[in-house]
């Protein structure tokens, strides 16, 4: 095989077995049998070689060879805040913040916010995030979790040494992203973005306000592009 498959296990000891849809996804799509390498990971940050040595009902048995910390991860923790979206774009943002190293996903409501989300929602996401680590060779999957108020995000987001608020309508960034060091906490709105008076408790709780631009993004592309600015200047893509 020209690249070895990854899958996501919970519970990696010596002799371990896939189930489930990774045993569905790696038997009838990736065509595996006995004798394949492959690469399991659990969410530690490390990722552990194995073989497989044989199918049984509904699962492959396979044996664990070797392990090592993973060094596809971010050196610097990353936190995006996202407002609930419409339809599935909440979906998009967890998968690429996951790809782009994020160490934590927080979705949230908030006053403009005109999405929901529930306990099958909530798992959804987290099934997105497992498989967008697998796909980009993480070993580490961004905790994701929902927040029912800004207060809630306020107070998840207070040990980051830098908190940045991404508001449509501040006149300009009150902290410059060229000069980021440590770990961030990111807020990006929903559809709706945010009220005056958030702003200013996002203020009072130790943010800095920032731009995007000239243009109004849709929240999808803010939550991104934010991501992206902060894990460059962080110099994760030197």
């Known amino acids: 095989m020209a690249t070895t498959r990854r899958f996501f296990v919970e519970n990696i000891g010596r002799e371990t077995l896939l189930t489930g849809e990774a045993y569905r996804h790696a038997k009838n799509v990736l065509r595996l049998r006995a004798g394949d390498e492959i690469v399991l990971f659990d969410g530690s940050g490390r990722e552990y070689t194995a073989v497989i ?3 049984q009902k509904g699962a492959l048995a396979c044996t664990v060879t070797g392990s090592a910390p993973s060094e596809k991860e971010c050196k610097t923790p990353v936190a995006l805040f996202c407002g609930a979206l419409k339809g599935d774009k909440t979906e998009w943002v967890v998968q690429k ?8 996903i927080g979705v949230f409501e908030s006053r403009y916010c005109s999405a929901f989300m529930n306990e099958n929602k909530l798992a959804r996401l987290q099934k997105v995030a497992r498989e967008a680590a697998q796909q980009c ?9 929902f927040y029912r108020s800004l207060v809630e995000v306020f107070a998840a987001a207070a040990g980051f040494e830098n908190k940045l608020f991404a508001c449509e ?3 300009k960034s009150d902290a410059d992203l060229r000069a980021l060091q440590g770990p961030c906490a990111l807020v990006v709105g929903s559809e709706g973005g945010f009220s005056p008076e958030e702003f200013a408790a996002a203020q009072a709780a130790g943010f800095a306000g920032v731009t995007l631009g000239k243009r109004i993004l849709r929240a999808e ?8 600015v902060a894990v460059f200047c962080l110099g994760e893509w030197q």
């Open 53 to 55: 040595n044989a199918e």
């Open 221 to 228: 592309t803010a939550a991104i592009a934010l991501v992206s």
């Open 137 to 145: 060779l993480r070993a580490t999957v961004p905790a994701v979790r």
């Open 97 to 104: 913040a996951t790809e782009l190293g994020v160490s934590e």
């Open 169 to 171: 309508f501040a006149q």
